[in-house]
């Protein structure tokens, strides 16, 4: 379903990503771990075209993304509060994004509602603009949104960031849900290996720009992870 | 402890992305405020020189010190809108065991050196060179100046004291305006008189300097208010700007909802517009704006040529356009990668930002009508500037704006803020003024300069007429530039 081929990006000089080839399956949850500054982030910005590769791209359903739109229709994303407009409403926030995926009034109701236990009170009625949400509700806005409309790509950034222990429970638990139930591709970067090996069947740990790793979540990986992690 | 703040202070300046990047813009306002203090010390000058030519029959410090006080009351409510409050950015020292003093008296000192405080000096030092001392010894002449200086100085710590206070009690804020407001009418209607009262404060100075002892205790008392409102308020939330905790109900316009996708982004644009403070100002200040006809229409009436009309006309009904085009995507950077992944058609998306301008540009065109009072030509010029501000210019300020990087920061307001302003919006200044008159003189030239009126009408009416082609060629230009934008956007500040 997503495909990398011959991708780097180098900044003035450096390179900062180098895959030389990587396909992602419908359906699979993938994870990315790796220090800062490993290119989970320009990975991440290269597969929503946000940035421009210095070679190679990547590919969703056969379609370089930078060539077509069609992937924005059916991909949801959320890497960080660049994402959110800030001087709205969540509400509106909501509203604007399900008019942009097409969906209807109805339809933005019956999803906010089932979002009502991921919100925690904490979002919703609260008359508040994005901006002066906390970090955490921000995230909370931004996971939210980026699954409106029940995408066939979920791309998400260190979700588990600044979110409260039950969000974070709340979130792998729906994560799964997504997966099995709607066979949601899932493209997932965390700092923590645990949340990650949790939620995802194959992890791909990134070093100064390179695959180093790539392997089948079972019962080993956390500590084969941690080993690999540990100074 | 004051040396640290002072290091960092000149750190934060020099290192901030504007002073680095925008050495042209530095350039350009370090050039205006040269200008500006060239002409008050000109006027300064001028004005002392002269003086018993210009008021006769009075005496010449006496009738001086009465326009002090309205000068008081001037720069009060002008210093009110525009000045800054400086302050230091005190979050990262407060967890540090810095004393709270220190902080305080830095940012209150820090305050005197500010641009106001000194344009006064330019024009009051020539009057006490040419005039004062020629009537009164040195030592006076000296304690009159520094009447002048303590009374700016308490002026700038009462500004700080009001700005701060708009924060916490925004009662006492309007106490004062409307008392401030009660004194200009009381002098108004010749019930108190402002040019007495500051002809007698100042006289009595300079008969008694020792009096300039209750200045200094005047301006000592408001430096101890302040000191002591930011003492018992120091902490970030309540120093800074408050934060907006109503939302404002824009309730989505119905004719707006029909509109589908295209009106979702025009109602998107209109809350950003009404919701940040920078963005804000530029709404309270469009009434000025457009009063600005007042100031050049009376003069221009009677002049043969439509040239400097032309100018005008660009500017009237243009203008509210150059702001909006000219920043079209530095106001959406904080949120440019949403757009980005979104699934808005960037074709949509531009046209959007063209069906604004056309709305913004009739309007100030339906307001400007009025003007015709100061002569038909005036309507004619502005309607065929209209024309092309919309049929031409909407486009070279939209393809224009591809190039501009920088994200604005919204949460400032507008006046004296050049932050995300790039040498590319300043530079498209000159075609957007000089492309019409330049169509217009050869016709003028050749004496048909109605023809050239028409002229420079059908190009912004064929503009209109094939938008769809030239919006395309820009959303070419769009997706050729989003990359660099976006990557520019993604860098803060």
């Given at each position: 379903m997503i495909e990398a081929k011959e991708l780097t990006k180098n900044y003035s000089g450096t390179t900062v990503l180098n895959i030389p080839e990587l396909k992602i399956n419908k359906g699979e949850s993938f994870g990315l771990v790796g220090n800062n500054g490993a290119g989970k982030t320009t990975f991440f910005r290269l597969i929503l075209d946000l940035i421009r590769p210095n070679s190679g791209g990547v590919w969703i359903n056969n379609k370089n993304v930078a060539k077509s739109n069609n992937w924005k229709l059916f991909t949801g994303s959320y890497?960080?509060?660049?994402?959110?407009?800030?001087?709205?409403t969540p509400e509106e926030y909501f509203d604007f994004v399900g008019n942009t995926k097409g969906l209807s009034k109805g339809d933005i109701d019956d999803f906010l509602k089932t979002y009502k236990e991921f919100f925690d009170g904490q979002v919703?009625?609260?008359?508040?603009?994005i901006r002066d949400l906390s970090s955490g509700n921000q995230m909370k806005v931004g996971v939210a949104a980026a699954l409106m409309g029940t995408p066939e790509i979920l791309v998400l950034d260190e979700?588990?960031?600044?979110?409260?222990p039950s969000t974070q429970i709340r979130l792998k638990n729906l994560l799964r849900k997504l997966k099995t139930e709607k066979q949601v591709t899932m493209l997932i970067s965390s700092h923590d290996l645990n949340h990650v090996t949790e939620v995802c069947e194959r992890i791909v740990v990134l070093q100064e720009g390179d695959i180093v790793h790539d392997i089948k979540t079972d019962k080993d990986t956390l500590k084969e992870l941690e080993d690999y992690f540990a100074v | 402890m004051i040396k640290w703040f002072i290091i960092h202070q000149f750190k934060q300046s020099f290192r901030s992305t504007i002073w680095q990047k925008n050495l042209i813009i530095n350039i350009i306002l370090g050039f205006f405020v040269f200008i500006i203090i060239l002409e008050v010390l000109v006027g300064g000058i001028y004005l002392a020189d002269k003086w018993q030519e210009i008021?006769?029959?009075?005496d010449p410090v006496s009738k001086f010190n009465g326009f002090i006080g309205y000068y008081f009351a001037f720069a009060f409510i002008l210093r009110f809108f525009m000045q800054n409050v400086p302050v230091l950015t005190i979050q990262p020292y407060l967890?540090?065991?810095?004393?709270k003093s220190s902080l305080i008296n830095y940012v209150l000192v820090k305050s005197f050196l500010n641009f106001f405080n000194f344009l006064p000096l330019f024009f009051v030092i020539p009057f006490a060179i040419l005039q004062l001392s020629q009537f009164y010894p040195l030592s006076t002449v000296w304690v009159w100046l520094l009447s002048i200086i303590l009374l700016v100085l308490s002026n700038n710590l009462l500004i700080v004291y009001l700005k701060k206070q708009l924060v916490a009690n925004s009662k006492i804020v309007a106490f004062f305006g409307l008392f401030i407001a009660a004194l200009l009418l009381l002098d108004y209607f010749k019930l108190i008189s402002f040019s007495e009262l500051s002809t007698a404060i100042f006289g009595h100075i300079i008969e008694y300097?020792?009096?300039?002892i209750i200045l200094v205790l005047i301006m000592l008392s408001i430096y101890i208010l302040n000191y002591f409102f930011l003492k018992s308020h120091l902490y970030p939330e309540e120093i800074n700007?408050?934060?907006?905790?109503k939302t404002n109900a824009?309730?989505?316009i119905k004719y707006l909802q029909t509109l589908g996708i295209i009106g979702e982004i025009i109602a998107l644009d209109i809350k950003l517009y009404w919701r940040n403070k920078r963005t804000k100002t530029i709404i309270y200040m469009t009434p000025i704006f457009l009063l600005y006809g007042l100031f050049f229409y009376p003069q221009e009436t009677?002049?043969?040529?439509?040239g400097f009309l032309i100018f005008i006309g660009i500017f009237m009904t243009g203008g509210l356009m150059l702001n909006y085009l000219n920043y079209a995507f530095s106001w959406e950077g904080r949120y440019f990668d949403y757009i980005l992944t979104s699934n808005i058609d960037a074709e949509k998306y531009i046209r959007v930002k063209f069906i604004i301008s056309l709305l913004v540009c009739t309007f100030s065109f339906v307001v400007t009508?009025?003007?015709?009072?100061?002569?038909?030509k005036i309507l004619l010029i502005n309607f065929i500037t209209f024309l092309f501000n919309i049929g031409v210019i909407s486009f070279v300020l939209l393809y224009n704006?591809?190039?501009?990087?920088k994200s604005m920061d919204?949460?400032?307001?507008?006046?004296f803020n050049y932050q995300g302003m790039g040498a590319s919006n300043w530079l498209v200044m000159l075609p957007v003024f000089l492309l019409p008159i330049f169509i217009y003189f050869p016709f003028n030239y050749f004496g048909v300069p109605y023809t050239g009126l028409i002229v420079v009408g059908l190009l912004g009416i064929s503009g209109l007429l094939f938008n769809k082609s030239i919006l395309k060629i820009i959303t070419k230009q769009f997706y050729k530039r989003k990359y660099k934008m976006a990557e520019g956007f993604r860098e803060k500040g």
């Open positions: 890497l960080d509060e660049g994402f959110l407009i800030d001087f709205l919703l009625g609260k008359k508040k603009y979700p588990f960031n600044s979110l409260d | 008021f006769p029959d009075s967890h540090l065991p810095v004393k300097p020792y009096l300039i700007i408050k934060k907006e905790k824009i309730t989505n009677s002049s043969e040529g439509f009508i009025p003007y015709v009072l100061f002569g038909v704006a591809t190039f501009n990087k919204l949460s400032k307001g507008a006046t």
